[in-house]
């Protein structure tokens, strides 16, 4: 198992940072996190509405 923000290869399956390879890439993935580097997007709006974009204008 590789650590997701570095790479490196996880030996220790046991670790209590798994999946990350230490403490140090756990902290930072957690920061990215809470400073808005990662984010999940949100479905597309319609702006002249405000509408969801991905619906069909038809159906009420």
Do not use: H
Not at 22 to 38: F, H, Q, V
């Amino acid at each position: 198992m590789k650590c997701p923000l570095c790479g490196k290869e996880v030996k220790d399956l046991k670790q209590p940072c798994r999946p990350f390879c230490s403490e140090r890439c756990k902290l930072i993935d957690l920061g990215n996190w809470i400073s808005g580097e990662y984010r999940v997007p949100l479905p597309e709006t319609n702006e002249k509405d405000g509408e969801n974009a991905t619906e069909d204008p038809g159906e009420e």
